[in-house]
């Protein structure tokens, strides 16, 4: 299965644009060079995900209509990271108050961006069973991935996040977005907690692999 080019560039083109727009509208301005930045990083990080990635995956994260364990967390988490940028935009555009993030700091908080997100990608591209959903994909053979970054941690891909949200709160400049990013950061961990616990008691291999890898957040070696 292949994904079509002029749909994958459109889906792209808006994602892209309705963030831009969201971030424009709370900053009152188009004008903050901090914001473009972020969005030109974030934008390409996104167009390389979606090039990159398993079609069948691609396929599964947009449309799949199953359910999971925790979809209210994951739910609440999205809304933070949209919260999160919400805040930071507001903040450096029509209040200005909190907008006190050195630029030497912005520029290393946007270089983490930048890595966070291509370790998300990484992950993305090594796991083909990298779904929104926690579910077992026995339609699609599901089975334990155990290359690329996951062989230094269980949750590459919840680890990036982590650092994503922050440091993107961080990258247009807002210290007051840290508030919702720190909500993120503890859904997110409640999340992959309970992730790993499913996956050690529903798919086969995991328990072992667990106990071969067993740091969940952060890189054994």
């Not at 994958?8 to 914001?35: D, E, K, N, V, Y």
């Not at 983490?112 to 083909?128: D, E, F, I, K, Y």
């Amino acid at each position: 299965m292949k994904q079509q080019p002029f749909r994958l560039l459109l889906r792209w083109g808006l994602i892209t644009t309705s963030l831009a727009a969201l971030l424009f509208l709370a900053a009152g301005t188009t004008h903050l060079p901090s914001i473009r930045r972020y969005l030109a990083v974030f934008s390409s990080l996104l167009l390389a995900t979606m090039l990159t990635v398993d079609p069948h995956l691609a396929k599964e994260r947009t449309h799949s209509e199953a359910t999971g364990i925790d979809d209210g967390l994951r739910v609440a988490a999205g809304l933070l990271f949209l919260l999160t940028l919400t805040f930071a935009a507001l903040s450096v555009g029509r209040v200005r108050f909190g907008f006190n993030v050195p630029i030497p700091l912005r520029e290393a908080a946007l270089v983490a961006v930048a890595l966070s997100g291509s370790l998300q990608t990484w992950a993305m591209v090594v796991n083909p069973f990298f779904s929104p959903v926690v579910r077992i994909q026995t339609e699609r053979g599901h089975h334990v991935i155990t290359d690329g970054p996951y062989r230094f941690m269980r949750h590459p891909g919840y680890f990036a996040m982590l650092i994503f949200v922050p440091a993107s709160a961080l990258a247009i400049g807002s210290w007051i977005a840290l508030a919702p990013a720190v909500a993120f950061v503890l859904l997110v961990q409640r999340r992959a907690e309970l992730e790993d616990e499913f996956l050690k008691k529903n798919l086969p291999g995991y328990a072992d692999y667990a106990r071969r890898v067993p740091a969940t957040l952060a890189p054994t070696r």
